[in-house]
């Protein structure tokens, strides 16, 4: 699917997760004294999510070193898939999701070999995915940044800021 | 000017960007799957902004290596030009910033050779110019960071947060 | 004092700074042309932080190089005590702080030798803190990022959104 053509929201988050054949992790547990997400109003901001698949995690390592565009890319949606967990642990499970009216900001910070530059396509696999996943409501602001040192050396460090619908 | 000194908002940020004699540059086009600027509620957040003319990078490499401070600054008040651009596209043009009410937030990432440590006078290369054109509204909270690897190999990427008066 | 075993607040973040002899440093001063803190409605935007005492930094350098992870933890919690220090001069004094209703988000940098990769332990510096003045309403959300270079060549920058009661 393009960037741009969005399936309008007549389907929810729920639906086009289960037919992508996803299962939504259960909410990360934090790496230190901080929670994963917290609503602020009807702001839900999460905590920088890590490529965690089944609480360990699946990438480390710099991309343009250990890892190649793709592979960091897959890095990248696993923070979002997480992310986006932790949001639906604030709203009480996948169905919340229907409530989420805008993702607002994608923060994603890529753990980067000297010289790499191509942040933008890394963290388009967490932007076309949750684009896959919230039609044109999934469609944010983004700043992509590189860093040569991360939290237990994770290929990306992702967090994202979603407006929900009051409850 | 210095800071502290700018004038109360009795012109418009559009008669003031006349008078020095700036056009803004079209809202910029997106590096990857996201949006240059979204608006939600009364608040207009921005992506990270790069130091783009009509399309290219005017700055790429790093400060304290390829640049000095002032092109470094340079850099910095182009990205801030650029993101004001892009709150103007969300306002209807640029006679709409006379609806912001206050630059809330700037978040600035400097490509950095290493040791280099004046990021702060970097970025004030965008605070001074935001000041200049959105007087005392324009006086906002920043973080100022070093990074090593940026989106193309730009010298500045830099974000805005600013609150408008409802329309 | 454990996190999640923070005290409910029936004691005030002054009367807990107190007790822990605590005396809030004066708002720190910017380094460039931009606000400490600013209110936008009922949030408090804080500017990044450094550890700074008495006007000067306590602590530059890298953590895995310059400094360990107990020094870099201390110089994270002195950011913390600025930050908190800069809202409380939003709010007009250290009482005021009793007007704090949820810490939201803690954006910490670490300068990080290469291959460091324990930067939440360097930022559960600031956030136990945080814990134990603000008690449950002291929980928030964090990314915790390395960085190779940043302002005055501080061991940590942080900064603060903190969501307060209408005055």
Same mark, same amino acid.
């Given at each position: !699917? ?39 109003? @009807? ?58 009216? /805008? ?13 790499? @530059? ?18 044109? /409501?999934?469609?944010?602001?983004? !700043? ?24």
């Amino acid at each position: !699917m393009a960037w741009g053509d969005e399936p309008v929201s007549t389907e929810t988050a729920a639906a086009r997760l289960a037919a992508m054949g996803i299962t939504l992790p259960p909410c990360p547990t934090p790496l230190g004294s901080y929670v994963p997400a917290l609503t602020d109003g @009807d702001l839900i901001v999460t905590s920088g999510m890590l490529p965690l698949v089944d609480g360990k995690l699946a990438y480390t390592g710099a991309v343009g070193d250990v890892h190649d565009l793709a592979a960091a890319a897959e890095a990248a949606r696993l923070c979002a898939l997480n992310a986006v967990a932790a949001v639906a642990s604030e709203l009480g499970g996948v169905e919340g999701l229907s409530r989420v009216k /805008r993702v607002v900001q994608v923060i994603g910070h890529v753990l980067s070999a000297p010289g790499f @530059d191509q942040q933008p396509a890394v963290l388009n696999g967490a932007s076309e995915w949750l684009a896959a996943v919230f039609g044109e /409501r999934g469609r944010h602001t983004r !700043m992509a940044l590189g860093s040569h040192a991360l939290p237990l050396n994770a290929t990306v460090e992702l967090a994202l800021v979603v407006r929900v619908d009051p409850a």
